[in-house]
């Protein structure tokens, strides 16, 4: 027998315009969701968890992967009370372990969750996707959010063009645009301008180093309780891979998987191998990546993206794009056959198109580009082991 991919979808709770129902005839048969409804840091009662549990399972699914129970700003920063907010962390992972769900997905990103600059990129076919505009970012950077140094983010073109479209943008067109970089999770709690400048502050101090002790002390901790109930981690990489906003990455190369990895080599220590994300940087070579990284792959996000000279890049459609997605999907079947499991992967955004066009729907979360997504990484997988 050839152990296949197991195919799961994001689900946003049941505020999601895109319903269980509507799931059930993508062909997915695991859920990947959060109890949106807790606020970060808080801890994720047993009860509260099997109560959505119990809610997919009646719908026809499995609960297959938590995404994400987030890390509180505190931790990151190791700042105030950090340990509680560790232990309280703790709690939710021995509770995930309680109802069943094997993995559990969670970022390490500074301050905000991925960060894009349009939510409406329109495609040669009309569609729409998100993009990544580095000028636009500049735009928000020196003259809405008003960052202290942050020219020194960005290049003399980048900034020259970045003055030039500040000109020519609108008020409205402003506030959009900041309301897009700030986007965060749908369901959570929006960021102000002021929120995020004073979230960045407390960064000053912090660069790669500390960032990196801070991320090995709690992966020391939570690793420990999750091997112990049997729960795999899967540390989901920055999005985009490179530094923005002055802030300090550390979850974008092979270089900071080997470091975390190694330095808390413990069975449920592991990656969400996201290739929307790492695939932003040229210097990323995905599939060696997958081999590399190996067992300690729990979970995969399949996604493509455009990338341009300027670094700017559109998602692109799961199967077009700079990834090359035969041979990243070739290489997670080889791992599958060799470690004998099947590790669960979701089709990773979409764009908007057809009917999801007149619907609102949440970013990057729309039903019918998602669904030509899945099918088409189900199909490619089928061809790749021929059953
Ligand atoms: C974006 C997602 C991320 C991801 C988190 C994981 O669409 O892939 O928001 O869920 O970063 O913690």
Redesign the pocket.
């Known amino acids: 027998m050839n152990y296949k991919m197991e195919q799961t979808w994001r689900w946003f709770g049941p505020s999601d315009p895109v319903t269980l129902g509507d799931i059930r005839q993508t062909g997915a048969t695991g859920i990947v969701t959060a109890l949106h409804h807790i606020p970060h840091g808080e801890v994720w009662a047993k009860e509260e968890i099997y109560k959505r549990k119990e809610e997919l399972e009646n719908a026809g699914f499995r609960w297959s992967v938590v ?2 129970i987030t890390v509180h700003e505190n931790i990151k920063t190791r700042s105030g009370n950090y340990k509680d907010y560790i232990e309280k962390y703790k709690t939710s992972i021995r509770n995930v372990a309680a109802c069943n769900i094997p993995v559990i ?3 390490f990103m500074p301050v905000n ?2 960060t894009r600059t349009s939510l409406n990129h329109r495609m040669t076919d009309g569609s729409l996707a998100l993009y990544f505009n580095w000028v636009d970012l500049a735009v928000f950077d020196l003259f809405i959010l008003k960052r202290k140094n942050a020219d020194l983010s960005y290049s003399k073109d980048v900034l020259q063009k970045a003055e030039e479209r500040f000109k020519k943008y609108s008020q409205e067109q402003l506030e959009d645009l900041a309301g897009v970089v700030m986007f965060g ?1 749908p369901g959570e709690q929006k960021m102000t301008t002021a929120d995020m400048a004073k979230k960045l502050e407390l960064y000053t101090d912090i660069h790669v180093d500390s960032l990196r002790d801070n991320l090995v002390e709690f992966q020391r901790e939570i690793s420990a309780v999750a091997e112990e109930c049997g729960v795999l981690l899967a540390i ?1 990489p920055d ?1 985009p891979p490179f530094p923005i906003l002055g802030l300090p990455r550390i979850v974008s190369s092979m270089d900071d998987f080997d470091y975390f990895l190694n330095k808390v080599n413990n069975k449920a220590n592991g990656v969400c191998f ?1 290739t929307g994300s790492l695939g932003a940087s040229a210097e990323n070579k995905l599939t060696d990546m997958v081999k590399r990284i190996g067992e300690k792959i729990h979970f995969v ?1 399949l996604r493509n993206v455009t990338k341009d000279e300027e670094g700017n890049f559109y998602e692109a459609d799961h199967l077009g794009g700079d990834n090359d997605m035969y041979s990243i999907v070739k290489e997670i079947s080889g791992l599958q056959q060799k470690f004998k499991k099947s590790i669960p992967f979701r089709p ?2 979409g764009h908007q198109m057809m009917d999801d066009l007149n619907k609102v729907s949440n970013p ?1 979360y729309s039903a019918i580009g998602r669904m030509r997504g899945l099918a088409e990484i189900r199909g490619l997988e089928i061809g790749i082991l021929g059953s």
Do not use: A
């Open positions: 995404e994400s997905t969670y970022n969750d991925w999770i989901h999005d996201c996000h990773d955004h990057g």
